[in-house]
């Protein structure tokens, strides 16, 4: 398809004087003189990130969302206005756009008119060719990213750069994309591809752009688009950088002649003003899933293209109803009709009702349920269930078959009610294979150490920690205050301490089988296996065997702080259960999403497997639980045996039950 600019967005007001009901401030932001300026022009940049074609009339609304593109591209005037994405538009979509294999998206985003776009790792969902071939071609804007090489001409894949004229100025735009999309992407998508570091690529096209030499481009006005981001939007820039590595590098290396910089990839909303060298630029992420719009009001010198003055902001979606803004818009009225074909299409396949959920089945969440985001650092009874289904599906009836799923695979919840195949559909949208390979008791153990995240060069990516879920024959404790890679305390499978010389199989999609998400033990595995099967397909199928799902509320995972490895006779010894220990992973023993609050946690002992000491009798240990937490105190009476045992923490409302290995001892 011909390539032609898109037309931006814009509008002008101060941060100071935006209520915060009507847009998202953060610390530091404000108008902050950038230069002295004879004469001025204004230039509005409007973004947006991680849409995922987000194609819906309810939750979110698409042609509300575009409309308020549109009231604000109407605000400011189309000539003096971009519209930049940070990537992430295709790729991991609702069933109305992954029905067409988003084809529909890839029409809404030509209706936008994006000015260009980063790319992101789910563009790369259906490998680097897809992209090259179908996507790319498919739309009307660039895709810019600097830091991805093509290993045989040494370039990059796809244009690091655009340049686009406004009011005299010319304005530079500089991709990239998150340098770990290597462990984000089925390392089959990329081959022939390299990924380089994010931040240095990005600087030498800004070096270039700036350099006097118009043979390799130069530009007045830069704007950087790349598809990374802050971990927690309500938290400060300061606190953001202290706890990402990679924003850190963002923040404090990027070149300081880019003026403006758009974030996405972590789904978070912010704006902030971020150092530059002299004072401050806006640095913005606009969340995700068609909830907001970034917006960047800029006053340029109109003949140096300098900074003068900017504002931003994240606004939300317009409250303005959607037929006044379909009969005002032609954009919208344009996007309305391809989301309504759209859904009419996909509800052919995706209305057959394949099940029943008995109550809200969910990822972690970051508030509560129906209100919030995704949090991937909490344990959620979507992807213990759909760890489950690996389980049974491959497990072929082995108690010790281990389903494992990484949280970012799973991205959608059930209601209440009927399940239709398209709401299955949404829960697992990346077509992966079902795959199996082998991994001894000890690489279990790693893996799960790998939940505290490190990409392949020893850093910390953007998601620090990410909670795998886990069929439910395995439980573990951990305790996060404890140095990195020994914070695995014990490992239960099939009813039994894990082995770490005995071979586990494990299930789970062709992404997690091949090390994605840094979980690069897993694919260290031994006799790694295709099963033959798309995801989708055995998700569906497994749905309609079981008719009726009910989720489990037994935590698979459980805090234990100072946990016991020896217990002395007559001697009380004191632990914390379910109580966070690091920045990162928070999770309690109460679902951080629809769940049941525990009451107590009660302790017994098992020698080989049989309960001699415990309920029925008297406990040997009991802790009341607040708010998921409990303080759990243990005494062995004098006439027990010295002996190997395994103490039993149980909190009797959810059922979450763990084991761990203990040697009772005289003194």
């Keep these: 398809m011909k390539r032609r600019a898109g037309i931006g967005i814009a509008t002008a007001i101060a941060l100071t004087t935006i209520a915060p009901t009507a847009a998202l401030a953060q610390p530091g932001g404000g108008r902050v003189p ?13 973004t947006f990130n ?72 789910h563009e790369f969902d259906q490998g680097w060719p897809d992209l090259r071939d179908r996507i790319d071609p498919g739309v009307n804007f660039p895709y810019l990213v600097a830091n991805v090489i093509d290993n045989t001409t040494g370039n990059t894949i796809l244009p690091a750069y655009d340049v686009v004229e406004k009011n005299g100025l010319r304005i530079g735009i500089v991709g990239g994309v998150t340098q770990d999309l290597a462990s984000l992407v089925s390392p089959s998508g990329l081959t022939g591809i390299t990924v380089k ?39 400060t820039m300061a606190q953001n950088v202290a706890a990402s590595p990679a924003f850190a590098d963002i923040v404090n290396n990027l070149d300081p002649r880019a003026q403006v910089v758009i974030n996405g990839h972590t789904h978070q909303a912010y704006a902030y003003d971020a150092p530059d060298g002299t004072p401050t630029r806006p640095l913005l992420s606009a969340g995700s899933y068609a909830s907001n719009v970034g917006r960047v009001s800029l006053k340029l010198d109109a003949t140096t293209g300098a900074t003068c003055d900017h504002t931003s902001t994240v606004l939300p979606v317009t409250t303005t109803p959607v037929a006044d803004l379909v009969a005002k818009y032609p954009r919208v009225a344009e996007a309305k009709a391809i989301v309504d074909d759209a859904i009419a ?11 029943t959920a008995t109550a809200p089945i ?78 001894t008791g000890a690489q279990v153990k790693t893996v799960l150490e790998q939940q505290w995240q490190r990409d392949d060069k020893g850093n910390i990516p953007s998601r620090p920690y990410l909670q795998l879920g886990l069929s439910s024959n395995v439980t573990y404790t951990y305790d996060a205050a404890l140095p990195e890679g020994s914070r695995i305390t014990s490992i239960t499978v099939g009813g039994k301490p894990i082995n770490p010389t005995k071979l586990y199989t494990i299930g ?25 099967r798309a995801d989708l397909e055995a998700w569906v199928g497994w749905i309609k065997d079981k008719g009726t799902l009910t989720p489990s509320f037994k935590k698979q995972a459980v805090s234990v702080h100072s946990t016991p490895t020896t217990l002395k006779l007559k001697k009380k010894t004191t632990f914390s259960v379910g109580v966070p220990q690091d920045a990162v992973a928070l999770d309690t023993l109460d679902f951080k999403s629809y769940g049941i609050a525990n009451d107590n946690v ?20 009991y802790g009341d639980v607040a708010g998921g937490q409990a303080s759990v105190t243990v005494k062995v009476p004098g006439w027990v045996k010295p002996q190997k045992a395994t103490l039993v923490l149980k909190a009797y409302d959810s059922g979450t039950t763990v084991r761990i290995p203990v040697t009772i001892k005289k003194k």
């Design 508 to 532: 789970s999609g062709s992404f997690l089988i091949s090390g994605g998400d840094n979980f690069r033990e897993v694919a260290k595995g031994k006799d790694a296996l295709d099963a033959g």
């Design 34 to 46: 950038m230069a002295v300026c004879d004469t001025t022009t204004p230039l509005t940049v409007l």
């Design 197 to 235: 570091p994010l931040v240095p690529a990005v600087n030498s096209v800004i070096a270039d752009l700036k350099d006097g030499n118009t043979a390799n481009g130069e530009a007045d006005v830069i704007i950087v688009t790349v598809h990374e981001g802050a971990p927690v939007g309500t938290q």
């Design 50 to 121: 991680d849409f995922h074609g987000r194609l819906a009339n309810s939750s979110p609304n698409t042609a509300a969302w575009v409309g308020t593109i549109e009231e604000q591209r109407a605000a400011a005037g189309e000539d003096n206005t971009l519209l930049v994405s940070a990537g992430d538009s295709v790729g991991a979509t609702l069933f109305a756009s992954f029905a067409q294999n988003d084809e529909p998206t890839i029409e809404l985003l030509n209706v936008l008119d994006v000015t260009a776009s980063s790319v992101g790792n």
């Design 602 to 621: 009660i302790a017994w002992l098992e020698v080989n497997q049989r309960t001699w000491w415990g309920m029925g009798i008297t406990p040997v240990g």
């Design 345 to 355: 299409k996909s509800n052919e396949i995706g209305k057959q009702v394949i099940g």
């Design 362 to 439: 969910t990822r972690g969440l970051t508030g509560a349920f129906g209100s919030s985001g995704d949090d991937r650092a909490r344990e959620s009874t979507m992807s213990n269930m759909v760890a489950q289904m690996f389980h049974d599906v491959m497990g072929k009836g082995d108690k010790f078959f281990i389903g494992m799923q990484n949280p970012g695979g799973t991205r959608n919840d059930f209601d209440e009610g009927p399940i239709t195949y398209s709401e299955a559909a949404a829960i697992l949208p990346f077509a992966n294979e079902l795959m199996t390979t082998k991994l």
